[in-house]
C-alpha cells in the first residue's frame, strides 16, 4: 500500500465540469492503455457519468503485447463492454470506432426519426488517465490538429466541444486519476507509462520495478535491450545496475551514477524503444 497524491486541480474541475455535461453526452469513449489495461481504468468512471453507454477504447495496439491485450479484450467484454484494441495513428482503427459508435447509437437515432426529427450529431465524452492517446484520437476524428499531443501528464487542461467528419462531435476532456494512488502496483505501472509524474515517486523504484516485469514476463526484451539474463527467482539489482552503467558510461566520480540508469530505462519505455509489453498480466 502506498499513499500519493498527486491530484492538480484541473482534474478536480473536469470531474465535476463532466458530470454536468451528463444530460448531452449521448456515449462515453473510455480510453484504456492496452499495457497498462487495468492500472489505467477509472475506477469509479459510473460516479462520473451515471448509466451513460460506453465503449472502451484500449489504445497502442503498436505498442502492446497483443495476445495478452486481446485475453484483456475479452475479459472486459464479459463484463458486458464493447471493446476496440486499436493503433489511433491507423486511419482503418479510427474508422472502427466511428463505425462502432455508430452502430451503438442507432436505436437512438432511429427513436428521433420516428418522433419526425432528423439524425443529429452524436456528442461523445472522450475520457481517460493521462498519456493515453486522447489528444490523438481528437486530431485524427476531427482531421486537424486541435489537441496537443505530448507523452507527459497534465497538457489538457479543460473540457472543449470540438466537430468531427463523422458525424459525431467530442468533448475533449483532461486526463484524470483517483485522489490517491492506494496500491503501489498501480502508482508504479502508471509512472511507467508516463501517466503520473515520475517525480511522484523515486525514479530507481519506477527503473526497478520497470526491470522486474521484464525479468518476470519479458525476458527475451530484458537480454535484448540491456544484455541481462533473466533469473527467476528475482534479479541482483546492484550487478544490474553496475553492468547497465558500463554499458551506458553512467558514473559519477567513479561510482555508478543510479540516477542517470534509472532515467535511461525508464525513457527506455516512454520513447518506445521498448515494445510487445503489458504489466498488467492479472486478469
Same mark, same amino acid.
Given at each position: 500500500?502506498?499513499?500519493?497524491?498527486?491530484?492538480?486541480?484541473?482534474?478536480?474541475?473536469?470531474?465535476?465540469?463532466?458530470?454536468?455535461?451528463?444530460?448531452?453526452?449521448?456515449?462515453?469513449?473510455?480510453?484504456?492503455?492496452?499495457?497498462?489495461?487495468?492500472?489505467?481504468?477509472?475506477?469509479?468512471?459510473?460516479?462520473?457519468?451515471?448509466?451513460?453507454?460506453?465503449?472502451?477504447?484500449?489504445?497502442?495496439?503498436?505498442?502492446?503485447?497483443?495476445?495478452?491485450?486481446?485475453?484483456? =479484450?475479452?475479459?472486459?467484454?464479459?463484463?458486458?463492454?464493447?471493446?476496440?484494441?486499436?493503433?489511433?495513428?491507423?486511419?482503418?482503427?479510427?474508422?472502427?470506432? =466511428?463505425?462502432?459508435?455508430?452502430?451503438?447509437?442507432?436505436?437512438?437515432?432511429?427513436?428521433?426519426?420516428?418522433?419526425?426529427?432528423?439524425?443529429?450529431?452524436?456528442?461523445?465524452?472522450?475520457?481517460?488517465?493521462?498519456? =493515453?492517446?486522447?489528444?490523438?484520437?481528437?486530431?485524427?476524428?476531427?482531421?486537424?490538429?486541435?489537441?496537443?499531443?505530448?507523452?507527459?501528464?497534465?497538457?489538457?487542461?479543460?473540457?472543449?466541444?470540438?466537430?468531427?467528419?463523422?458525424?459525431?462531435?467530442?468533448?475533449?476532456?483532461?486526463?484524470?486519476?483517483?485522489?490517491?494512488?492506494?496500491?503501489?502496483?498501480?502508482?508504479?505501472?502508471?509512472?511507467?507509462?508516463?501517466?503520473?509524474?515520475?517525480?511522484?515517486?523515486?525514479?530507481?523504484?519506477?527503473?526497478?520495478?520497470?526491470?522486474?516485469?521484464?525479468?518476470?514476463?519479458?525476458?527475451?526484451?530484458?537480454?535484448?535491450?540491456?544484455?541481462?539474463?533473466?533469473?527467476?527467482?528475482?534479479?541482483?539489482? +546492484?550487478?544490474?545496475?553496475?553492468?547497465?552503467?558500463?554499458?551506458?558510461?553512467?558514473?559519477?566520480?567513479? +561510482?555508478?551514477?543510479?540516477?542517470? =540508469?534509472?532515467?535511461?530505462?525508464?525513457?527506455?519505455?516512454?520513447?518506445?524503444?521498448?515494445?510487445?509489453?503489458?504489466?498488467?498480466?492479472?486478469?
Amino acid at each position: 500500500m502506498t499513499n500519493i497524491n498527486w491530484y492538480p486541480g484541473h482534474m478536480a474541475k473536469a470531474k465535476r465540469l463532466m458530470k454536468e455535461e451528463q444530460e448531452h453526452i449521448d456515449v462515453v469513449y473510455e480510453l484504456v492503455d492496452s499495457r497498462i489495461p487495468r492500472s489505467s481504468k477509472i475506477s469509479n468512471i459510473y460516479d462520473i457519468i451515471g448509466n451513460k453507454p460506453k465503449i472502451i477504447i484500449m489504445t497502442k495496439k503498436d505498442l502492446t503485447d497483443q495476445e495478452m491485450a486481446l485475453r484483456w =479484450v475479452k475479459y472486459y467484454e464479459n463484463l458486458g463492454n464493447k471493446v476496440l484494441l486499436v493503433d489511433l495513428n491507423n486511419d482503418e482503427d479510427i474508422l472502427r470506432i =466511428v463505425k462502432l459508435t455508430h452502430e451503438f447509437t442507432e436505436d437512438l437515432q432511429q427513436r428521433r426519426e420516428e418522433k419526425g426529427l432528423k439524425r443529429k450529431d452524436i456528442r461523445v465524452l472522450v475520457m481517460g488517465i493521462p498519456n =493515453v492517446g486522447k489528444s490523438t484520437l481528437i486530431n485524427k476524428m476531427v482531421g486537424k490538429k486541435v489537441a496537443e499531443v505530448a507523452n507527459r501528464p497534465g497538457v489538457t487542461k479543460g473540457l472543449i466541444w470540438l466537430t468531427t467528419k463523422h458525424n459525431i462531435t467530442l468533448l475533449d476532456t483532461p486526463g484524470i486519476l483517483e485522489p490517491r494512488l492506494e496500491q503501489k502496483e498501480t502508482a508504479l505501472n502508471l509512472a511507467s507509462f508516463s501517466a503520473i509524474k515520475t517525480e511522484i515517486l523515486d525514479e530507481n523504484e519506477v527503473a526497478v520495478h520497470i526491470l522486474n516485469k521484464l525479468n518476470k514476463y519479458y525476458p527475451d526484451k530484458l537480454k535484448e535491450r540491456y544484455g541481462i539474463l533473466a533469473n527467476p527467482t528475482g534479479l541482483d539489482f +546492484e550487478a544490474v545496475y553496475e553492468t547497465l552503467a558500463k554499458n551506458m558510461g553512467a558514473y559519477k566520480y567513479n +561510482e555508478v551514477d543510479y540516477e542517470k =540508469v534509472s532515467n535511461r530505462i525508464i525513457n527506455d519505455i516512454r520513447n518506445n524503444y521498448i515494445k510487445e509489453i503489458v504489466f498488467d498480466h492479472e486478469l
